[in-house]
């Protein structure tokens, strides 16, 4: 038995914050701004997780007005999302994601992202497609205003 979901988020970029994508610090001028660390990526990946599960949304889960989450690494809600969909007898089978950006390049850290959400959802890293694209500087993301994440996973019933 298998169930699919999908899940995208955008986030806005600002200057002289960190940015966070993936789960892993970027080498950038400009980050995410968000309630949480802003990780674009891993908000796409909750939401595709849940939504497979039938399980809400993330905004659901871990509200954005709420003290609890302010800063929180995104890691830790993807971790908690594991255990939900885990607790309701899902295993993951895939995820494929892709990050929409026309900054920076992100292709030097693609592994490494890879590896470190294969490492918070406990699955193997050839688990985790990951990819980046531009928008050929169409639209907010073209225009280095935002970057935006898609994400798709299936599971399996155990
Ligand atoms: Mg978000």
């Known amino acids: 038995m298998y169930r699919i979901g999908n899940g995208y988020d955008v986030h806005r970029l600002k200057e002289g914050?960190?940015?966070?994508?993936?789960g892993i610090n970027i080498p950038y001028e400009f980050g995410l701004e968000a309630h949480s660390d802003g990780d674009v990526l891993i908000h796409a990946l909750c939401d595709a997780l849940l939504g497979a599960a039938a399980?809400?949304?993330?905004?659901?889960?871990?509200?954005?007005?709420?003290?609890?989450?302010?800063?929180?690494d995104s890691r830790i809600l993807l971790t908690r999302v594991c255990e939900?969909?885990?607790?309701?007898?899902?295993?993951?089978?895939?995820?494929?994601n892709t990050i929409v950006a026309q900054v920076p390049k992100?292709?030097?850290?693609?592994?490494s992202m890879r590896e470190e959400l294969a490492r918070v959802m406990n699955?193997?890293?050839d688990r985790v497609g990951l990819k980046a694209t531009t928008?050929?500087?169409l639209g907010f993301t073209g225009r280095k205003e935002g970057i935006a994440a898609i994400s798709t996973v299936i599971l399996q019933k155990v």
């Open 135 to 137: 928008t050929e500087k």
């Open 106 to 111: 992100f292709l030097p850290y693609i592994i």
């Open 84 to 96: 939900l969909i885990r607790e309701k007898g899902f295993e993951i089978g895939n995820v494929d």
């Open 55 to 72: 399980l809400g949304d993330i905004g659901q889960h871990f509200p954005d007005n709420s003290a609890e989450f302010k800063g929180i």
């Open 17 to 22: 914050i960190p940015l966070r994508v993936g």
């Open 123 to 125: 699955i193997e890293v």
